[in-house]
């Protein structure tokens, strides 16, 4: 599967993004979806995840209840409503596919796209 992460941009503390993921192929339902970001000198990190059919969801403790990740299989689409966004959520986001059940964990992904930016201002 390919995947294409859109939606970033320059944003004020406090306010909102909503990071769109577009996934090719016919067996996109069938994934568990991931978002993790990467800030300069970071390791990449989890930041949500959506089960196969959108039952389950995962946070990272540091975005709960700011955002939200859903899904379309209809539009084999992941979605990440960011809101209430603080500088220390600058990072490249990258989306992910994994078949594994562990979707909280890096390691289970096997497809990856290739990162947007967010850039929040103080």
């Known amino acids: 599967v390919q995947l294409q992460a859109y939606g970033g941009g320059l944003v004020q503390a406090g306010g909102s993004l909503r990071l769109s993921c577009a996934a090719s192929?016919?067996?996109?339902?069938?994934?568990?979806m991931g978002w993790f970001r990467q800030a300069p000198g970071k390791e990449r990190e989890f930041v949500a995840s959506?089960?196969?059919?959108?039952?389950?969801?995962y946070y990272a403790d540091s975005v709960k209840g700011r955002f939200t990740i859903s899904r379309d299989n209809a539009k084999n689409t992941v979605y990440l409503q960011m809101s209430s966004l603080k500088p220390e959520d600058t990072a490249v986001y990258y989306c992910?596919?994994?078949?594994?059940?562990?979707?909280?964990?890096?390691?289970?992904?096997?497809?990856w796209g290739q990162g947007t930016q967010v850039t929040v201002s103080s």
């Open positions: 992910a596919a994994a078949t594994g059940i562990a979707i909280s964990q890096k390691r289970t992904y096997n497809y």
């Open positions: 192929g016919r067996t996109f339902s069938s994934y568990g």
């Open positions: 959506i089960s196969w059919s959108g039952g389950s969801t």
